[in-house]
């Protein structure tokens, strides 16, 4: 009996361990240069689409973060009254500065993602893999994995890989489970070249 409170007990200790104090070990938790609200630019103030900041190229690539010239379009001087509007307009772009920007969904190297056959092709919505990210009111903290360097959002914030949500993790498993679900073949090399 007494060896079965043990295990129990060593059993107990190390779930702890594995699910909390190690992703909390794991990640580092790092600022963005500057807040940015998604909500203010594609809510009902400025109500700019995804597209018009986040945009494919002519030749089907996608450009990801917008160069700060995208954002002097509108912010050559400040709108606002934020210390981050502020920020912006003098450090960067009067300045010509690209900002430094932690971004969540980089990949690893080895792995493309098309964002042309997904958007437009497959007529997926950006909040599929990216969640309510287009209506925050401000950016989460960037959680960088100490080992792979990769951010969190890539893995999912579970540790044990139980998803939150539809869009939580965009792991290779995800990307294959989603094509299955549509009926869309997988090959190594759509992705991997």
Same mark, same amino acid.
């Given at each position: 009996?007494?060896?079965?409170?043990?295990?129990?007990?060593?059993?107990?200790?190390?779930?702890?361990f594995?699910?909390?104090?190690? #992703?909390?070990?794991? $990640?580092?938790?790092e600022? %963005?240069?500057?807040? &940015?609200? +998604?909500?203010? @630019?594609?809510?009902?103030?400025?109500?700019?689409?995804?597209?018009?900041?986040?945009?494919?190229?002519?030749?089907?690539?996608?450009?990801?973060?917008?160069?700060?010239?995208?954002?002097?379009?509108?912010?050559?001087?400040?709108?606002?009254?934020?210390?981050?509007?502020?920020?912006?307009?003098?450090?960067?772009?009067?300045k010509?500065?690209?900002? #430094?920007?932690?971004? $969540?969904?980089?990949?690893? %190297?080895?792995?493309? &993602?098309? +964002?042309?056959? @997904?958007?437009?092709?497959?007529?997926?919505?950006?909040?599929?893999?990216?969640?309510?990210?287009?209506?925050?009111?401000?950016?989460?903290?960037?959680?960088?994995?100490?080992?792979?360097?990769?951010?969190?959002?890539?893995?999912?914030?579970?540790?044990?890989?139980?998803?939150?949500?539809?869009?939580?993790?965009?792991?290779?498993?995800?990307?294959?489970?989603?094509?299955?679900?549509?009926?869309?073949?997988?090959?190594?090399l759509?992705? +991997?070249?």
């Amino acid at each position: 009996m007494k060896s079965i409170r043990w295990f129990v007990a060593g059993f107990v200790v190390m779930m702890l361990f594995g699910w909390v104090i190690f #992703p909390a070990i794991l $990640y580092t938790h790092e600022e %963005q240069p500057l807040q &940015f609200s +998604h909500k203010v @630019h594609s809510g009902e103030t400025v109500g700019l689409p995804c597209q018009d900041c986040h945009r494919l190229s002519a030749d089907g690539r996608f450009e990801g973060v917008p160069a700060i010239a995208k954002c002097a379009e509108c912010h050559a001087e400040a709108i606002g009254s934020t210390a981050d509007e502020r920020l912006l307009v003098e450090e960067y772009v009067k300045k010509g500065r690209e900002i #430094p920007w932690l971004v $969540y969904a980089r990949g690893p %190297q080895n792995a493309s &993602f098309p +964002h042309a056959s @997904h958007l437009i092709g497959a007529g997926l919505a950006c909040e599929r893999c990216h969640g309510s990210q287009g209506t925050a009111e401000s950016l989460p903290a960037f959680r960088r994995n100490r080992i792979s360097g990769e951010s969190q959002a890539i893995w999912g914030t579970s540790i044990a890989g139980f998803k939150m949500a539809e869009w939580d993790g965009m792991k290779m498993d995800d990307c294959a489970r989603c094509h299955r679900e549509r009926g869309v073949a997988n090959t190594c090399l759509k992705c +991997h070249k």
